[in-house]
């Protein structure tokens, strides 16, 4: 490809011409990889984030939970996982979500669908994917996620757990509002204010990440972490998904972080795996559905999970390593 | 006026809690605010993501930290 790049063409002026760095040394690499991302990263997440915000108009989970009462295995769980990617919620949604799906008829097994995929597919995270690793690597992430939201919600529908949800949500009575569509005029700016909003609250975290990805890239050997985090290491998936859980928050920081980590040899899956640990399961998403389901499905949804992302990281390796 | 704050109690939440107790203060209102943590009240309200805002038992805002200035605006057109 010898298209010239004109944010490349910008990122060398600044660095070498602006700032007089050598283009060979590993300061004038690293400012100049820093300047590149972080410019690349936030047009686009700009950019994305406004039309899935735009498409997020369409869906409110008033609606979602109507659309998803009463289907069937397969249909239900399908629908469940793609409507979860453009809906996002915060780990305290995760109740209240629960609650509404439960109370509409809305099958166990495709709860956990929507609830699975949605905070594992999201805007930032793709778009962090396809601006550091490529389209391929963003689309196999999506389609790999929405394929373990599908089955692992078809696996907890069949392992008939509805006993384990805590008595009072089958009680609950959802008061069923009347919300007002909105105009176009509206869905633009909510699409706007979105894009504003939620670029500049990972802004941070995506610069702290390129930062030390680029200190990174700067300064250590090519070869630093094949031994431990290559194909070679068949260890390296599990503990790399372990790891991910606690690291919820930080999401957008991480991605910049593991795009420098595979260039200096770790293995593509075991970078993937880890995404997944870190934004599809969360810490604080699973002490607050406590609150609606008994510790036996929260384990379930764990280890469920758990072995859907090592697995996943497993194939990759094989497939792309 | 009474407004309820309905939240989990996670950082977005405070921060709706933080952003109402200031628009109230600036616009210089007599309101009653009270903080609903209870998952099955908040269901009576229909609400099913977090944070939300309820002015006199209307649901106003569900699952967004609004500015103060959009809850000032909001609150206005309630008076």
New interface residues.
Partial sequence: MSIPDPLQIFADWITYSVLGLAPASPLGSTVNFFIYDSIKVTILLAIIVFFVAIVRTFIT??KV?KWLGGRHEGVGNVLAALLGVPTP?????A???F??FV?SGVPLGITFSFLIASPLINEVAATMLFALFGWQIATLYIVSGLIIAIIAGIIIGRLKLESEVEE?VYK??????EQGEMTWRQRVEFGISESKCITLKVLPYILIGIGIGAIIHGYTPADFLVGIAGPGNPLAVPIAVLIGIPLYSNAAGMIPIMEVLTSKGMAIGTALAFMMGVIGLSL?EMI?LR??IKVKLIAVFVGILFIAFTFTGYLFNAVLG | MKIAVLGAGCANCEKLEANVRKAVAELGISAEIEKITDFTKIAEYGVMMLPALVVDEKVVIEGKVASIGDVIKILKVQV
């Fill in positions: 989970p008033q939970k919620f915060c780990s305290c949604s109740v209240p979500l609650i509404g109370e009072f609950v009575k959802l008061h069923d509002r604080p607050i609150k609606v």
